[in-house]
């Protein structure tokens, strides 16, 4: 559905259960910045449900890194209740009976790409609107 990510060459995914930490099971890279994608695995049904993105771009054009990369984004975001997702994401799961998360990370400004990744995100997420009409059920805006 996104060919926007296929020129990504860094990238992964991990899963993510109610039975686990958050902090342990994450793979994204704490130096580096691009988006990432999660999706809800539930009643053997696959839905994207958020994107989010990590790191800016300055007035100079040298990228800001945000703290901890997409690692530190992807657990300390505030998210549902504004705790960080670390404590938020597995109340998710339990709440709404989520069996797991696919989370999908890609590094959007390396030495091969320097795409903003706000960009991205944003580019992903109109790909979906046009698709689906609305934005994934946890985005609430952009």
């Known amino acids: 559905m996104f060919d926007e990510l296929t020129k990504y060459k860094n990238n992964n995914h991990f899963f993510f259960t109610a039975n686990e930490e958050l902090e342990n099971v994450c793979n994204a890279p704490k130096d580096k910045n691009g988006i990432y994608l999660v999706y809800e695995l539930k009643?053997?049904?696959?839905?994207l449900v958020y994107i989010g993105s990590s790191g800016k771009i300055q007035n100079d054009g040298?990228?800001?890194?945000?703290t901890g990369g997409l690692y530190g984004r992807i657990i300390n975001r505030h998210q549902f209740w504004e705790i960080p997702i670390k404590k938020s994401w597995k109340q998710k799961l339990i709440n709404e009976k989520i069996d797991a998360l696919d989370i999908y990370?890609?590094?959007?400004?390396?030495?091969?790409?320097?795409?903003?990744?706000?960009?991205v995100e944003t580019t992903v997420?109109?790909?979906?609107?046009?698709?689906?009409?609305?934005?994934?059920?946890?985005?609430?805006e952009i």
């Open 125 to 140: 997420m109109q790909r979906f609107f046009e698709v689906n009409g609305r934005l994934p059920r946890w985005n609430k």
């Open 105 to 119: 990370w890609y590094v959007t400004v390396d030495s091969e790409n320097i795409d903003i990744p706000f960009f």
């Open 62 to 66: 040298k990228i800001k890194h945000r």
């Open 43 to 47: 009643n053997g049904r696959i839905e």
